[in-house]
């Protein structure tokens, strides 16, 4: 158990970032706005999106994903020595992918097993607790979003954006996350921007800084500090 007295802690080294939207709103391109040398384990195919820029994509076999990500995790404690940034993109694919192929194994070859359900909780979780306490990297994971249902404890339900994965691993997930932000597009302008706030219709948070929202040019500018406005003097332009 090693012991690390607060004041040598630095907020935002080793940020643990995760973005979601609906597909093709940009989350993938937003990884040519990370600072310093990028890793990326490509588990939907997207990163074509990222053709000629110098960042590193993994690969990743979508008809085996067990197997990949074990062979994954055997290489991820040298691979952190190596990059700034691992964008794991995206888990909402690798979830269903997982599904997929455990029903090819099932008895009609088809339908999911009930075990499956618990397995995947058990094997997710390990996976992602894994991927985050490699040391010394900026870990960004992308996902889609969906909608859920949410109850307060005064018995009011309202639907709430969120990461599209399942529910009994979501909550850790988001949890071990520094920043959690919904990437939306102006419809007037087209930009797109990066909800860090949240509330009863979107999960957001942000413990890095104080942004509620942001360009998502700027998205990975944490602690960033704004440039000071100079004031004009009476008679000039």
Request: aromatic share 8%; glycine share 6%; charged share 30%.
């Amino acid at each position: 158990m090693e012991i690390t007295n607060a004041k040598n802690i630095k907020r935002n080294k080793s940020w643990r970032v995760i973005i979601y939207s609906k597909p093709g709103i940009g989350k993938t391109s937003s990884i040519k706005y990370l600072k310093g040398k990028t890793l990326v384990l490509d588990l939907d195919n997207s990163a074509k999106v990222l053709e000629g820029l110098d960042i590193d994509v993994i690969e990743f076999d979508r008809s085996k994903p067990e197997e990949e990500l074990v062979e994954f995790l055997k290489q991820a404690p040298e691979l952190a020595k190596q990059y700034d940034n691992l964008v794991i993109d995206n888990i909402s694919s690798l979830e269903k992918d997982w599904f997929v192929e455990k029903g090819r194994k099932s008895h009609n070859g088809i339908s999911n097993e009930l075990q499956d359900y618990s397995q995947w909780t058990n094997y997710f979780a390990r996976i992602m607790i894994t991927t985050y306490s490699l040391k010394d990297i900026n870990i960004l994971t992308t996902a889609w979003e969906t909608q859920n249902d949410v109850t307060t404890e005064t018995g009011q339900t309202f639907s709430q954006y969120a990461p599209q994965i399942r529910k009994s691993v979501r909550d850790g997930l988001l949890g071990m996350a520094d920043v959690v932000g919904r990437v939306v597009v102006n419809p007037k302008t087209n930009g797109r921007g990066v909800i860090l706030q949240g509330d009863d219709s979107i999960f957001a948070k942000n413990r890095l800084d104080n942004r509620k929202l942001t360009p998502i040019e700027e998205l990975f500018d944490f602690g960033k500090k704004p440039e000071p406005k100079v004031e004009k003097k009476e008679g000039t332009k």
